[in-house]
């Protein structure tokens, strides 16, 4: 069998010479910061906050009726009516039998669902706000008024009732629709900021990597994270943080060796695992 190579003369051979005469060059492999993903550490304003979701309803549900059956000789109201506390609706011949309405809808109710991981974030008298599906553009203020005690599990979910009251301003809100929470737990204003994704990266020499300079003694509390930079000679190093709020996205950095503009790592770079062959070459079989 032989090898031929299908271009110029002599080049094959120039390049296995090239290759066994000495080893390869390092400057040509490639370089840690082609192989992670970074981003940059920055300042910004930080709100956390909890969501959940539930039902509007009137804060007091009435079965009008009476206690005989009769002629019904007057009525007074029907679906959609607006009327008024002690408001005769309805009269029933004979006329001591009246039925009276004892609430209307311009105050609300509202019963949230909240996962027990978060019901701890919530208050009796705390502010809150929530939109909902039928006036997407508009926000309502409402006030927890209970947590209720009693909890309810689904699937091993277990989840309690928080009821906020809320104003209902020309009864736009109908009972029955859904509501959306969101309250705000805690607010930060230019603070330090690290993605989330760098607080989960893992190199695979994580056990063996340098650790970075500890945290000052500031004082700080908040629990402890660890992100990566690269260092001098292009591996990953550990720098240790205490943290504070988190959105979910970005948390808040207390204290540590980091600072605003430097670069953390994020992650692997795509198809860093890929070994490019220093060599291209092709050969024809014969």
């Given at each position: 069998?032989?090898?031929?190579?299908?271009?110029?003369?002599?080049?094959?051979?120039?390049?296995?010479?090239?290759?066994?005469?000495?080893?390869?060059?390092?400057?040509?492999?490639?370089?840690?910061?082609?192989?992670?993903?970074?981003?940059?550490?920055?300042?910004?304003?930080?709100?956390?906050?909890?969501?959940?979701?539930?039902?509007?309803?009137?804060?007091?549900?009435?079965?009008?009726?009476?206690?005989?059956?009769?002629?019904?000789?007057?009525?007074?109201?029907?679906?959609?009516?607006?009327v008024e506390r002690g408001q005769v609706i309805a009269r029933v011949d004979p006329e001591i039998y009246e039925a009276r309405v004892a609430q209307d809808l311009s105050r609300m109710q509202r019963e949230a669902s909240v996962v027990e991981a978060d019901v701890s974030r919530f208050a009796a008298g705390q502010v809150v706000e929530f939109t909902v599906d039928a006036f997407p553009g508009d926000v309502f203020?409402?006030?927890?008024?209970?947590?209720?005690?009693?909890?309810?599990?689904?699937?091993?979910?277990?989840?309690?009732?928080v009821v906020i009251d809320a104003d209902n301003p020309g009864e736009l809100?109908?009972?029955?629709?859904?509501?959306?929470i969101r309250v705000v737990v805690g607010e930060r204003t230019d603070v330090l900021l690290v993605p989330n994704a760098a607080l989960r990266f893992r190199p695979a020499q994580a056990a063996a990597a340098p650790a970075a300079p500890s945290v000052g003694a500031s004082g700080a509390a908040g629990p402890a994270g660890r992100v990566f930079r690269l260092g001098p000679d292009g591996q990953p190093v550990t720098v240790t943080l205490r943290l504070g709020l988190t959105d979910g996205r970005m948390t808040e950095v207390l204290s540590g060796d980091l600072g605003e503009g430097d670069h953390v790592i994020m992650g692997r770079a795509a198809g860093a695992d890929a070994v490019a062959s220093p060599i291209l070459a092709r050969f024809r079989l014969r």
């Open positions: 069998m032989a090898l031929f190579w299908p271009g110029a003369p002599g080049l094959l051979d120039g390049a296995l010479g090239r290759m066994a005469a000495g080893p390869w060059n390092s400057a040509q492999e490639p370089q840690a910061s082609g192989i992670y993903r970074t981003a940059q550490v920055g300042r910004g304003d930080l709100v956390t906050s909890v969501e959940a979701a539930g039902t509007l309803n009137a804060l007091v549900v009435v079965d009008v009726g009476s206690q005989i059956s009769g002629l019904v000789t007057d009525l007074f109201a029907d679906f959609n009516s607006a203020p409402g006030t927890v008024r209970q947590i209720r005690k009693a909890p309810h599990v689904v699937q091993n979910v277990v989840t309690y009732v809100m109908l009972p029955g629709m859904t509501a959306n």
